[in-house]
T-cell receptor, first 115, second 110 residues
Framework: GAVVSQHPSWVICKSGTSVKIECRSL??????MFWYRQFPKQSLMLMAT?????????EQGVEKDKFLINHASLTLSTLTVTSAHPEDSSFYIC???????????FGPGTRLTVT | GQNIDQPTEMTATEGAIVQINCTYQ??????LFWYQQHAGEAPTFLSY????GLEEKGRFSSFLSRSKGYSYLLLKELQMKDSASYLC???????????FGQGTTLQVKP
């Protein structure tokens, strides 16, 4: 199956700093990428949807100025958590879809801890 | 809006069969997915249903009834490694987004 990678797999940062998470589709072109957040013992919550070359669409309640998403190429999307706070500590998972294909492929996730 | 319901927790015995139910209400339907997620890992794809009926794949089967807004995931010959969370997700035909239920944590006991 198709492979999606994320980097880093985990990161610890200090409150007030910014963190960038990369999501790459390794063997297919991801026209659409999705960013999810998952808190412990909870399900995945969709944060935003991004299409290559256009602005991301954010879900209600997600601050677009805090969670900057860039989908500059068909194989790379980035999520930058700006001015991170301890409540931003979570498991961030990206997924990618190739055009009209039904399946979404998930990355391995990035665990962010803000101290 | 969309609403997806599944039981929070289930327990079953190794070697047995377990059925995890999922009911949904969506503003447009374009497929239902089941994913397995082990703690600290990303979800892995199990099954996809877009038409009514049963899809079988080895020990796992998934059923869909669109008129009832209902699906189930059936796991046969349970193994200890099947202990995980099982996520039901629905794709909206209006937005193309995949929306997840809260997940069912399955514990398989010897």
């Amino acid at each position: 199956g198709a492979v999606v990678s994320q980097h880093p797999s985990w990161v610890i940062c200090k409150s007030g700093t910014s963190v960038k998470i990369e999501c790459r589709s390794l063997d297919f072109q991801a026209t659409t990428m999705f960013w999810y957040r998952q808190f412990p013992k909870q399900s995945l919550m969709l944060m935003a949807t991004s299409n290559e070359g256009s602005k991301a669409t954010y879900e209600q309640g997600v601050e677009k100025d805090k969670f900057l998403i860039n989908h500059a190429s068909l194989t790379l999307s980035t999520l930058t958590v700006t001015s991170a706070h301890p409540e931003d500590s979570s498991f961030y998972i990206c997924s990618a879809r190739d055009g009209a294909a039904y399946e979404q492929y998930f990355g391995p996730g990035t665990r962010l801890t803000v101290t | 809006g969309q609403n997806i319901d599944q039981p929070t927790e289930m327990t079953a015995t190794e070697g047995a069969i377990v059925q995890i139910n999922c009911t949904y209400q969506t503003s447009g339907f374009n497929g239902l997915f089941w994913y397995q997620q082990h703690a600290g890992e990303a979800p892995t794809f199990l099954s996809y249903n877009v038409l009514d009926g049963l899809e079988e794949k080895g020990r796992f089967s998934s059923f869909l009834s669109r008129s009832k807004g209902y699906s189930y995931l059936l796991l046969k010959e349970l193994q200890m490694k099947d202990s995980a969370s099982y996520l039901c997700a629905v794709r909206s035909s209006n937005t193309g987004k995949l929306i997840f239920g809260q997940g069912t944590t399955l514990q398989v006991k010897p």
